[in-house]
């Protein structure tokens, strides 16, 4: 038998969530089984899988070792780099700067060094994360760009931060604001563009319409024009919708692509400008605009975040594109 008190990171999940983050190798058959047969108890009862755990609370495990995975003694993450770029950072939140050319998340390619590892080994090495002393939370972060995307990422120390920013993403509580060098001008100084894109799995390209279509997911984007150089532009950004590639395949549908952007915009064009292999797209600003309470990250509220060094933008104003 294994006995469990969840403490304020394992805090109000679902009973049966955490079941499976703590038992990874229970097959699903056996744990309804388990519970209805209350070899698992919940405060030495059984208990229904949907009910949320609270800080304190007793969970009981009649099960058999062979079903829980071993502890690691050497961990993954230490084997990702050291660098990591922090714009900001207190005992909940990370607000970091992701390079070009690093992953968020780990995937089929790459899977110990990313932003996340990185970000765990960090914490591990201040002694602020101990998957020993976890039962099935790890550091994570609550949103993620992609690889050729520079900027800001946000990481949760803590599960509560985590609902707490995931909660306020989905209800877009979080502006987040983008820059980047256009080849050729938006049809106006300032605008919100409205569309529909598709993704075709296959290619992982998306392709942008004017009108609604099967399998079609509206979108909104809102430019406005800082300058304008010859046929290039630094514009900001500022995303309604958040969907695959939206930037970069909706300003190329206006007809002024991403500078560098070899999948949406067109090689001749950027080979025009020094052959740029790296998109002029940055994640630059982030600002908490709470509307409804925030729990611990109330203090967060009206802050604003900004990535100041941006490779592209002191090009473009000294005349190096």
Sequence with gaps: MKEFIITKN?????FDKFITKTVPLLPQSLLYKYLRLKRI??????????TRLKVGDKVEMYINDEFFAPREEKYSFMSAGKELSIVYEDENIMVLNK????????????????????????????????????????????????RNTGGIVLAAKNAETLRILNEKIKNREIEKR??????????????IAEGFIVKDEKKNTVTVLKNPVKGGKSIKTGYSVLESRGELSLVEIELFTGRTHQIRAHMAS??????GDGKYGTNALNKK??????????????????????????YLKDKSFEVEDIWFRTAFYHNEL
């Design 99 to 146: 390079k070009v050319g690093l992953l968020s998340h780990p995937d089929e390619g790459e899977y110990t060094d990313t932003l996340i590892t990185r970000v765990q080994r960090y914490l591990y090495e201040k002694g602020e994360y101990d998957p020993k002393n976890e039962l099935s939370f790890a550091p994570a972060l609550a949103n993620r760009i992609d």
């Design 273 to 298: 400008y020094g052959g740029y292999k790296k998109q002029c797209l940055c994640s630059y600003k982030t600002i908490f605009t709470w509307k409804t309470d925030a729990g611990i990250l109330n």
């Design 41 to 50: 108890k919940l405060n030495g009862k059984k208990a229904e899988i949907s």
């Design 178 to 191: 983008y820059l980047c060098i256009t080849i050729g001008r938006p049809p106006k100084k300032s605008g």
């Design 10 to 14: 394992d805090a109000d999940q679902r």
């Design 254 to 259: 206006m007809g002024c692509p991403l500078l």
